[in-house]
């Protein structure tokens, strides 16, 4: 919920400025932080739900896709990072340990 948040305010931010296209990479670091604190499936549910924010309020959508070919990358590698920056670096869950 805190990604999404972030997320819409730098979509008003950004919005219309020649940046926006390198927005969701700097988003990895929200996410990061995110998974961090909150663990791996809120840092994966955050990255996806910031990628669907992101193409739909900050980049020209066409249908299901997005216009710029570099914007578009750029919310793949938001995906991609993630959910595997959230996978592996968020902190185990206690008694997850399989003996």
């Avoid at 927005?23 to 909150?38: D, G, M, N, W, Y």
């Avoid at 791996?40 to 309020?57: C, E, K």
């Amino acid at each position: 919920m805190i990604a999404a948040w972030i997320a819409a305010f730098l979509c008003i931010l950004f919005r219309g400025r020649n940046s926006s296209a390198v927005i969701p990479l700097a988003f990895l670091v929200i996410v990061i932080l995110v998974a961090l604190r909150f663990g791996a499936l809120a840092g994966m549910l955050g990255s996806a739900t910031a990628a669907v924010i992101f193409a739909f309020f900050l980049y020209r959508p066409i249908g299901f896709g997005v216009d710029d070919p570099a914007a578009r990358m750029n919310l793949a590698w938001l995906v991609l990072g993630g959910l595997a920056c959230s996978y592996l670096l968020a902190p185990e869950q206690p008694g997850s340990h399989h003996q």
